[in-house]
């Protein structure tokens, strides 16, 4: 089974840089790390967890929710099966726990629409926790 890591987080003041980590394990067979879309949620303890950004690990498209676009960059490493979120001029509203999660994309959809579905996404990771103060 596919394995998630998250690591990054941390306290940060309002303008703030961060770069969270997502480190994926666990593929086998002729599963790989190329097969998946990498997404990042984010959630606050009584509200829904929402969309953050994704990455499709064979094509390299990327997405981002406009609470953070502009200000956030996805990239990945397919040779070391990591995917990374930056995240410049961070704000107090930022502040939650961020989950990495994967997408098969050859099980499931990935484009503008379907990225943003939790239900999408087969494996997810525990979280960090990012806290921006102000």
């Known amino acids: 089974e596919v394995l998630l890591v998250e690591s990054g987080g941390g306290l940060v003041q309002a303008g703030g840089s961060l770069r969270l980590s997502c480190k994926a394990s666990g593929f086998t067979g002729e599963d790989t790390f190329d097969d998946y879309a990498i997404g990042w949620f984010r959630q606050v303890a009584g509200k829904e967890r929402e969309e953050v950004s994704a990455?499709?690990?064979?094509?390299?498209?990327?997405y981002y929710a406009d609470s953070v676009k502009g200000r956030s960059t996805i990239s990945s490493d397919v040779a070391e099966n990591m995917v990374y979120l930056h995240m410049n001029s961070l704000k107090p509203e930022d502040t939650a726990v961020y989950y990495c999660a994967a997408l098969n994309l050859e099980q499931s959809e990935y484009d503008y629409v379907h990225w943003r579905d939790l239900s999408e996404y087969d494996y997810w990771g525990q979280g960090t926790q990012v806290t921006v103060s102000s």
């Open positions: 990455i499709s690990n064979s094509d390299g498209s990327t």
